[in-house]
């Protein structure tokens, strides 16, 4: 016969490995649901990092246009600087051109810009050849533009006359302007 405190014995033991064997099954159980847990955060991580790359590329193509629309204003700025020293003038019949003032010329010499150029807002000189057909001068600009004058020989490129209200041609010298 067995001995009743070694069949207690044996059944307290066997109790306590099955409560250690459900604690382990227990523990297993919230292991996976742990995993699983943490596989769905991940996948909420990994979706607020692509958010974040695709705000962080969205927000340095703002700053990049930022910038570009920053050198376009001060582009725009300095030209409204440059074409204020300029006014279109007429040097000869038929003939406009933009040419530097005086008063605005801050010591260079006497010039003349394309007009073609001056409304695409740059300025572009024009320079002065013979025409190999007529022989007759006109001045060029890279563009393309051509002001032909009737005059062979050099024109003596001017300043462009200060127009105030009271002068008239006959103050400046020119009957047509």
């Known amino acids: 016969m ?21 604690k382990a099954i227990i523990g297993v159980r ?4 742990n995993l699983e847990q943490v596989n769905e ?6 979706s607020i990092q692509s958010g974040y790359f ?17 050198k376009e204003i001060a582009a725009f700025e300095a030209w409204d600087t440059q074409k204020n020293r300029y006014k279109l003038y007429s040097p000869w019949d038929s003939a406009v051109v933009y040419a530097i003032t005086c008063s605005q010329s801050n010591g260079e010499p006497p010039h003349w810009i394309c007009p073609q150029c001056y409304e695409n807002r740059k300025r572009a000189f024009l320079y002065p050849r013979p025409n190999k057909t007529t ?22 490129i001017e300043y462009c006359p200060e127009y105030y209200p ?12």
């Open 2 to 22: 067995t001995d009743p405190v070694t069949v207690t014995t044996a059944v307290l033991t066997s109790f306590a490995h099955a409560n250690n064997i459900l």
């Open 30 to 33: 919230d292991t996976v649901v």
């Open 41 to 46: 955060l991940l996948a909420e991580i990994n």
């Open 54 to 70: 695709s705000l962080l590329q969205q927000n340095t193509s703002m700053l990049t246009e930022i910038d570009n629309l920053k």
């Open 135 to 156: 022989g007759y001068e006109e001045f060029f600009c890279n563009c393309g533009a051509v002001v032909t004058s009737r005059h062979r020989g050099k024109h003596k």
């Open 166 to 177: 009271t002068a008239t041609p006959a103050d400046t010298g020119k009957t047509s302007f």
